[in-house]
Each structure stands twice: as C-alpha cells, then as structure tokens.
C-alpha cells in the first residue's frame, strides 16, 4: 500500500464529463490498495470568470477580497469530484484548503504555506476514504482565506505530499510529461522519463509552462518525486526526481524559448560604483523584476584627451513592465549621466538546460555555433552552471529552438 | 449610532449593477453614524445552477458534499458586494459563515445555529469597516461547512442581530413589505406598516413567502424587531414586532391560501384507541408532514343490529407527497379496517389571520358566511388561537381570498 497525492489541474476538471473521468483514476489507485488523497484546481474558465466579474466592480481589487472570491472556485471543483465519487459507490469527503490545515502567510494572492496540518486527512485516509483537497488556497493566521498564485495547486499537491510522508506526488495535466522543448515548436520533442529538479527549475524559470516553480523547489527541498502525467490517458509520463548518472551522461537535457522579456540599454554610462546599483534599485522599488544584467566596459576620450571610463548598461525585464521601465529609464537616465537609452521589445530568449553540462566541455561552443549556422545574432547571453541562455532577434526564435534540438540530438534517448 | 445588519435576498443582488446598487445603501447607513453588518444571500439563480451540476453527477447528493458546493454561491456574494464598497471608496471586510462565527449542528442541508462567537465582527466594525457576511451558512463542531437551508440568510440575519445585540435588523427584499395578502391575487391587497411576530409566523406557515418562518422565530424569542423593506426602494416596509393595541383592535389582518398540499380520508375506520396513532405514525416514519387533520364519528348498525362506533378520518398533507402517501394507506388501510380511501390533489387551503381573533367573536361565522355567499363549499376546517383555515376546491381559491379581503375590510388600514 502506498499513500498517493494526485493533483489534477483546471483543463482535467473542465467538464462534468471529465471529472467523472479523473474521479474513475484515483478510484482506480484506491482500489489498487493505495490511500489517495486528490488535489483540485478550479474548473478551467473558472478563475478567469471570476477575476472579470471582479475587475467589473473595482480595477484594482483588494487582494484579500479576491481571494475570499477565488477559492470559490477549488471548492466547487472538489464537492463536484466527490459527488462524482459517491456516484460511483466509492467513499470520500471534499475540504477546502483551510480545512485540509494548510496554513499560510498573509500575502494574499502570492501567499506561502507555512505550515500544515493533515490531521483531519490523515482521519479520513484512515477510514478507507478519499481526501479531496482544494487546491490554490489556505488560510493566514488571522483566519482570512489566502491563495498561492497561479499554478498554486501544484504547491498545495506536492506540499500535501510532504505533510502526509506520500510515497508519490502525480501531477496530471493536459500533456504527456515534459519535453526536450515545446513540441509545437520542434515537432522532433521529445518526452523524457526522468528530469532532475534543477533541470526542472530552469526549464520552468526559462520559460516551460508545464510545472509551476515554487512546487518542484519545495519538491527539491523535500526530496518529494513528481510524476507529470496525461490525465486522460495511460501513458508514463516523466518523474522529476533527483539527478543521476544517466542524466549527467548527456550534456544537454532540454532547449526552452521565451518571448515575454524585453531588453534596455543605456549607453555610455560613466562606470562609477554604484551605478548599476541605482538603476537596479530604481527597477526593484517600482515592483519589476530584472532577469538577464549585462555590463561593458569601453574608454572614451575628450577633445582635451582626458580619459573617460564608461559602460554600457544592458538588462531585460518582462514584456508587461517594459513601457514602465522605460519611462523610469528616461526619468533617470539623464540624471545618472547615459548618452542614451535603447529599447528593444522585439527579442526572444532561448537557453539549453543540462545537469551533464558541469562536466562537459565546449556545450557554450556547440551553442553559438549551431545558431551562427542558422544566420542568428546574439545580443546578450548569460550564464548558470547548468543552463546557457541567448537573446536573440524574435523571429528567429523558433528556428533557434529547433537548430538546438537538432545540434545537441535530443530527438534521441539519453 | 446604532447597530444595523441588513440582508439582501439573492433578487436583490442578482447582477453586479443591483451589487452596486445595494452597495451604496449599506455605505449611506454606514455613513449615518451607524455600524453595519451586511448579510447577503447568493446571486439569484446561483444556488440552482450548483444544484444542477451536482444532480447532473448524482441523483441523490450527499448532503455534507452539497453543503461545500452551496457555500460558494452565498461566499462569492460577499467578494463582490465587499468589491463594490471598496470601489466606493469604503472600508469593508467579507466573511464567510464560519469566519463570522457562526456555529451550526451537524444536519447538513439544513443546520440550525446553535451559536454565534461574533468577537470578529465586532473587531471589524470598531474599526470602522462594513463587515460583510455569507448568509444560510456556518460550520458545525467537525469543522465541516453546512448550510441552513432555503431562506437561510433570513436567519443567519436575524441570529447576527441577536449575538451583536444589534439595533434593528432589516430584510431587504423584492417588496414593499408584508401585505395584508398576496397583491398578484387581490389588487386591493395593502401593505401593513407593523404586523406581530405570531400573525407574521402564522402567514408564512400558511403560505406567505416573504420571510422565512424560523428567522421570525429566532427573533421572536429574542425580541428583534425586523424590518421589511424593499431593496431598491426607499418605501417604508414593515416591522415585524412584539403586538400592541392597535393591532389587537382589528379581528382579522392578512389573509393568505395555499394549493400546494392535498386530502387523503379513510372512510368508516373502526373507532378504537390507537388508531389515529397508526396512521400518522406510518406517515411521520415516511417523512411526511402531515398538516391539519379531522376525525368524524359516526355509527352503523349490522344485519344483526349490532352497533358499531366508526370514524372517518382526513389529513392533508403537502402536495408533492400524495402520491406517497396514498401508496402508504392503500396498502395500510385494510388493516386498519378502513371501508375505503378517498384522495384530493384538487384542493386549496384559505386562511385568515390575526391576533385580534383572541377578543373578537363572530369571526370565523363571518368568513363562513362570506365563502358561503361565493357558493364555496367547505371540506375542512382548522383553527389556532390567531388564525382559521378552510379546505375549499383548488379553483374557488382567489376567489376565496378576494371574498375575505373584503368581508374584514382588509384594504382599510385599521
């Protein structure tokens, strides 16, 4: 007998229809022998309905409001999933997230689990039942109702695991597991079996929609394995696990892109310390968030021949906050003495990812090289141990990720 | 300042237009000087919506499980409502049924308060908030949500006022008040400025619908007066109070009918101790509620001459179980020693109430005379200390009520 947490997510639950299918799963699992505790996003459509009547009312809702309205939706999907369950003779109670004992910081709409309480699952399990667990919520400490964020039911499904010592985390949705890039951009993905959770984080940082961060960090942290599985067919799906020797055979493991980010420079800034710390700290207090940081250095020299150290001051933030930052830029910019300022909302970002990367020579190499071929620039490339990212034009996007896929052979097994 | 909760019923807060409408109400009491807890029931049509997707899964829901489902409907009222007041500029907080302490027995689908910790509340409203609560809603000593059902919100309403000690308790709804009786029936129908809290009882026993019987019980017990208004409107309403002498003056008040229950009579049952027992307690066990009854002796004699002590017996019960109950007593009543069993779905029951009756005679005389005048022929009759009722055929029944009306002058304030 193992104890199994299986979360299924919005586009699982959609229908009445497909309820009644993922209920016959973890009836399945039970009557396997395993003790199951399910975890429900709300009905795909759902939350989005909800934030439209919403913003209807008020165009900036209190967060606190907005949770005690959204949790609305988890709570429908699991009465509905045990309902579904009792229609097929099989034992099971539904709890919103407050009820399940998972207990949360107060930031309201981004909150944190803090900790949890399976008390009451644990009963429930014990009495031969199904836990049902709505998924994207908890309460704070003043007894307000919060949620995670999006992709949150993740958090709450490998959470759960960790509270009840689950031998088990399945994460159904709408694909078959996790590929070597977006198969709808290379039609040669791949479907691995097993990704370690660095390789998972990056993938996800980089742009990979399958899992949310926060939940395959905590998973990491716990040594909790994920099982990403189809929730409507039987295929194996990929378990995102701790590395191993296979998967530090191969140098690159996956080739994600992204086209949400935007680039600024600043020209000629004269390099004095703290610069580069004004600007940041300028970016940061106004709530956006940098990714890529890249700094040159170049020396100038004036009709009397003095010497002049300046740097060009290049980063990129999300697409959403790039007319924001430019504003500040040219708010600024002036101040902190830049010749200039570019934008460019027109880039992708595309990285390969590889746990095997640490002890292979020449993978950056391979990179450049393989995008060179295809006639694509770089404009800025940065760096982790096992990851190599590259801003490029936009339209080569998609060519980059398949000329990727391609130089490093991920059609083909590990 | 005073202490105000105000309900609105699920018309009056319908769409996110009447949200904002009845928003701007509670913020002009707010703004009076008063302290405002507002109690809300579910967007109308909301609740029957949830009902269908759970039949849709299960022909027969299980209670607790439907009790999380229904919850969402009244919990998504107050997210918005709360939005609506901020948009306003307000401060405001909601809370779901348990989050404003309101504690129920375990009978899910229709729970009874059994108490109410409302320290929360009276936090939010010292600090100057409107504190919005999820009517029809609590939770019971599992932790477990339950609901209190249909007309529920009157009660969670009137049960807030009690534990708040509040000042009043007002019940918006889609009318102007209590009318002396049904407007759709009798144009002459006027509404009453002050009605008692048993006249107000014995109506909504009888067939009346604007308020539900036991939030007029609670706030009898506890002397809270209610007052009856309509949301979107600023007409006077009607305060459902203690008695006073000016009611008392008038031997009739509000006329109501009913056509929602039927007749059932076993002719010539032999007239022994412990019969009438039987046959209700068979009915009761079924769940049956059984509504007026009449026993009429009679004596036959035998060939031989032998005298024997016979009885009919009639009850009504609701409509929707006739068929049921029929069933029952066919196959019941040979044992009994019954002759023969008669039934009547084509009824209507025609009431007069009104807490004058205790010191006026001739009452029930002048309604008799006054059915009789219309040629309506009476099958059964009932009486209370504050009311009569009279079982008529189902299509004399408006006539019955216009007849009445005018007879105790209905239509002329007393």
Known sequence: MARIIQKYGGSSVATLDLIKNVAKRAIAAKNE???????LSAMKGETDRLIGLAKALHNSPSPREMDNLLATG?????????????????????????????????????????????????????????????????????GDLTTLGRGGSDTTAVALAVALKADTCEIYTDVDGIYTTDPHVCDKARKMDRISYEEMLELASLGAKVMEIRSVELAMNYSVAIHVRHAHSLSSGTLICEEDADME??????????????????????????????ILSLISKAGIVVD???QNKSVSHDSNGQETHLTD???????????????????????????KILGDDNIAKVSIVGVGMRNHAGVATLMFQA?????????????????????????????AVRALHDAFKLDQSA
Chains 1, 2 share one sequence.
């Open 292 to 294: 890529m940081i890249i």
């Open 249 to 278: 055979k191969t140098p690159v493991r996956g080739v994600t892109h992204s086209v949400n980010e935007a680039r600024i420079t600043l020209l000629k800034v004269p390099d004095q310390p703290g610069v580069a710390a004004r």
């Open 74 to 142: 988890e709570q429908t999907s699991v009465a509905l999933f045990a309902l579904a369950c009792q229609a097929l003779g099989e034992k099971v109670k539904s709890f919103c997230g407050w009820q399940a004992g998972i207990k949360t910081d107060e930031d309201h709409g981004r909150a944190r689990i803090t900790d949890i309480n399976p008390s009451r699952l644990k009963t429930e399990l014990a009495k031969g039942r199904i836990a049902v667990v709505a998924g994207f919520q908890g309460i704070d400490r003043l």
């Open 313 to 339: 001051f290049s980063f990129t933030v999300p697409l959403v906050d790039y007319g924001k930052t430019m504003e500040l830029m040219q708010a600024t910019g002036q101040e902190i003495g830049a010749e």
């Open 33 to 39: 022998g395993h003790e199951v505790v399910v975890v």
């Open 371 to 399: 995008l060179a071929k295809e006639g694509i620039n770089l404009s800025m490339i940065s760096t982790s141990e096992i990851k190599i990212s590259c801003v490029i034009e936009k339209k080569y996007a998609e060519l």
